[in-house]
């Protein structure tokens, strides 16, 4: 139990396009999702936390603008580029924060990551 | 604000061996969870134990576990009998418990388990 979806998991765009990942709990409704971001042989860098319903909290230096976060629903979160450039090429990932007994992982369960290229 | 250090960029294991993967933390906060996950070249980020900071005995999931001392602010993963299969990326992380709750990673330690 406990899965996120996560979609695309490769994608290649040209400069200045945007770009949608989507991240879907398919089995428990997600009422917080992190989004990371990791770049070649790094660790992953918290980029945002959102909370269904509400705006998303940005970590420092993350631009909200270029990095537009929709929680609509309890069960979807997605992370949009906005023209992107090749220095947003990365690899991006989503985490919901699980929570009850019910849940083994004793917190979290991650989406298998997007890689994103930009050209 | 939390912070995690893992000092060792690279490790080599020889198959059936155990390695020990160094982790070391700080944060002012009383409460905190701390976790190990292992991620392989496909990506994906694979859970594989979590110690409590409260937590009087370390904790164990088959042939990995976790040598905590609260004191040193240390959480080391042993992984007993190494297979090739371990061959990847391993990041420790922290949880306050507090606030977002959102996990803070170490730089990670690329294991390489050799024939």
């Known amino acids: 139990g406990a899965v996120v979806s996560q979609h695309p998991s490769r994608v290649i765009c040209k400069s200045g396009t945007s770009v949608k990942i989507e991240c879907r709990s398919l089995?428990?409704?997600?009422?917080?999702m992190f989004w990371y971001r990791q770049f070649p042989k790094q660790s992953l860098m918290l980029m945002a936390t959102?909370?269904?319903?509400?705006?998303?909290?940005?970590e420092q230096g993350v631009e909200k603008d270029k990095f537009l976060i929709n929680h609509a629903s309890l069960t979807l979160s997605t992370l949009t580029v906005t023209s992107a450039h090749p220095e947003d090429s990365s690899f991006y990932i989503c985490?919901?924060?699980?929570?009850?007994?019910?849940?083994?992982?004793?917190?979290?369960?991650f989406g298998s990551g997007t890689r994103l290229t930009v050209v | 604000a939390q912070k995690i250090t893992q000092t060792q960029p690279g490790m080599f294991v020889q198959e059936k061996e155990a390695v020990t993967l160094d982790c070391t933390y700080d944060?002012?906060?009383?409460?905190?969870?701390l976790f190990w996950y292992k991620q392989p070249s496909s990506g994906e980020m694979i859970f594989l134990i979590y110690?409590?900071?409260?937590?009087?005995q370390n904790a164990t999931e088959g042939r990995y576990s976790l040598n905590f001392q609260k004191a040193r602010k240390s959480a080391n993963l042993v992984i007993s009998a190494s297979q090739l299969g371990d061959s990847a990326m391993y990041f420790c992380?922290?949880?306050?418990?507090?606030?977002?709750?959102?996990?803070?990673f170490g730089s990670g330690t690329r294991l390489q388990v050799q024939p």
């Open positions: 985490s919901a924060r699980l929570s009850g007994r019910s849940f083994s992982y004793y917190g979290y369960t």
């Open positions: 089995d428990f409704q997600a009422t917080t």
């Open positions: 959102s909370n269904e319903g509400s705006k998303a909290t940005y």
């Open positions: 944060t002012s906060d009383p409460s905190y969870g």
């Open positions: 110690q409590g900071s409260y937590d009087q």
């Open positions: 992380a922290m949880r306050p418990d507090t606030g977002r709750r959102a996990l803070t």
